[in-house]
């Protein structure tokens, strides 16, 4: 059987070799180095390294903290922050009239770059706070806690969420 007049063995040759094509494209993608362009799988974004630890530093101290109040080792705490770590550089600033010009400073590492010369870095404000442990239904520890954690941080109350654990 003939259709536009192609024979049976090389529409067999074309699919073949369309399929290894087709293989071969995806083994690209595969092994390809990603480059940090594509966003990830999840659709979550990503938090930088310094947002992360300054994260676990709050969540380790409140731990702490309400190990003391409650007896137990056995609290979980998740910290939730508003955004990344913000990083504010040092520059010199002139207004002419109503336009404001910025000249950031730079200063040359060892290696021959350029880089600019950091003033300060800005943690996140903390969004919220939930605790999990022993004792979190009892009024007393929960309002030891929230004191607490609410004088430390300087958040108010109404962001702390704590429940007791069995």
């Known amino acids: 059987m003939k259709i536009s007049g192609l024979s049976e063995r090389k529409k067999l040759l074309f699919l073949i070799l369309l399929g290894a094509v087709g293989v071969l494209l995806v083994l690209c993608g595969f092994f390809a180095p990603n480059d940090g362009k594509n966003a990830e799988i999840s659709g979550k974004e990503e938090i930088s390294s310094p947002t992360m630890e300054y ?18 080792t056995d609290v979980s705490v998740i910290v939730s922050a508003e955004s990344g770590t913000e990083y504010v550089y040092v520059s010199n600033e002139e207004a002419d009239g109503e336009a404001l010009s910025r000249e950031y400073i730079t200063v040359k590492n060892e290696s021959g770059r350029y880089e600019l010369v950091l003033a300060k870095e800005v943690y996140p404000e903390i969004k919220g ?5 022993p004792g979190g239904d009892d009024s007393k520890i929960k309002l030891k806690i929230l004191e607490a954690i609410s004088v430390a941080l300087g958040i108010s109350k109404n962001r702390i969420c704590i429940v007791g654990t069995k």
């Open 129 to 133: 706070i939930s605790i999990a442990c």
């Open 55 to 72: 994260i676990e530093s709050v969540e380790n101290k409140i731990r702490s903290i309400t190990e003391k109040i409650t007896g137990s």
